[in-house]
């Protein structure tokens, strides 16, 4: 991909956050500059910028434009407001809160400088937030590849794979979760075919995912979500890799709605059933997935999407984001630290902890 899914731009005490807005994805390749933490903060409930860990680094990156001129004495005042106002943009993906609590860290670790009240002083706790915020990005970067290798044990030549929602290099730094496994074995020569879910109600297989593939030359098929179970019975499908936006201490794991689902037919049909992600969507302090918080959207997206109406004005609905597949529908969880299976609380303790 030639442009970056998010990058700084300029220096960091007037520079801006610019990334790629996925909501115009496929028909155009367009990015945005996000000048304020308002434009970030919109850009994250948006969907402009999403998947779990684009959305850490979004807040992260947001974090730096949210505290640019403002004066000493009301520093960290600022800075936990903007931290406040950045978590509330969308509640499931742990990584958002995980980035900013990380800057959080970085702000506690040299804030007795702010006591001085000078300008100078000032820039260079900036300096130390952008600092933060690249490591978080760079990290990312490292941590997509390490994921992408230690997956191939599980990919082999001539396999068909099934994804759900968009876990690629849209979703990350580059290179993705779910889709680095299959991005390394095609680098690695692998011949590997992928059918895509559409991923209701906002596409993101359809329009993110497909994209992706098909720009790394790799076979893509499309298909509605509805029509996973039955392309699973036909024998057409060697195991499915999703990503992750929390996973809880005891491996139930929140996706993208619709994953529950696929996990149930893998499971009925005897296909492995992996989860991509990094050490970032684990949240230990989750004893299981009936605690994640699920965000609901609006009415919209399901009766309204993309602009045309395709249900009555006034009809009730219901519109999760997100579910939750519990742990013994998972074969693995494949992490830059290696792959945790089978999925339970000692197995993950020993890779996370
Ligand atoms: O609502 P979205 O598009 O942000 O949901 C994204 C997903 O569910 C992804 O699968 C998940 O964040 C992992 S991205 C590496």
């Known amino acids: 991909m030639s442009i970056e899914t998010l990058s700084w731009v300029g220096d960091v005490s007037d520079g801006f956050l ?12 367009r990015t945005i500059d996000c000048r304020n933490v308002e434009s970030v903060w919109e850009a ?6 999403r998947g779990a860990p684009a959305i850490g680094i979004a807040a992260a990156y947001g974090m730096v434009v949210g505290v640019q001129n403002v004066g000493a004495g009301l520093f960290e005042k600022r800075l936990y407001d903007v931290a406040q106002y950045l978590a509330s943009s969308r509640p499931t993906a742990v990584n958002l809160f995980w980035a900013i609590d990380r800057m959080k860290h970085r702000f506690e670790s040299v804030k007795e400088l702010t006591s001085d009240g000078n300008t100078e002083v000032v820039s260079r706790i900036l300096e130390e937030l952008f600092l933060e915020a690249r490591k978080i990005h760079e990290e990312d970067r490292t941590i997509c590849r390490a994921i992408g290798n ?13 994804t759900h929602c968009n876990a690629g290099g849209l979703a990350t730094a580059d290179y993705g979760t779910a889709l680095a496994v299959f991005f390394t074995a095609a680098e690695l020569g692998k011949r590997i075919a992928v059918y895509a879910d559409e991923t209701r109600p906002l596409l993101q297989g359809a329009r993110l995912t497909a994209w992706e593939l098909m720009q790394r030359g790799i076979s893509a098929t499309l298909i509605c979500d509805s029509m996973a179970a039955m ?5 057409k499908i060697n195991g499915v890799i999703v990503g992750a936006d929390r996973i809880a201490a005891n491996g139930d794991t929140a996706n993208k709605i ?6 149930v037919s893998a499971h009925v049909h005897g296909i492995p059933f992996y989860i991509a992600a990094p050490v970032s969507t684990f949240d230990l302090m989750l004893s299981d997935g009936l605690r994640i ?10 009766c309204c999407g993309f602009g045309v109406r395709t249900a009555p004005e006034g009809v009730a609905v219901y519109n999760p984001a997100f579910d939750v597949t519990p742990a013994n529908f998972i074969t693995g969880i494949i992490t830059e630290r290696g792959i945790i299976s089978p999925v339970n609380k000692e197995n ?6």
């Open 18 to 29: 610019r990334l790629i807005d996925q909501t115009l994805l496929p028909l155009e390749l």
């Open 44 to 49: 994250i409930k948006q969907l402009r910028v």
């Open 150 to 162: 230690f997956g191939q044990s599980i990919i082999k030549n001539g396999d068909t794979f099934i």
């Open 231 to 235: 392309v699973m019975r036909q024998g």
């Open 258 to 263: 619709g994953t529950y689902g696929l996990a």
């Open 293 to 302: 918080p699920i965000e609901e959207r609006g009415a919209d997206e399901i």
């Open 348 to 353: 993950i303790e020993k890779i996370i902890s």
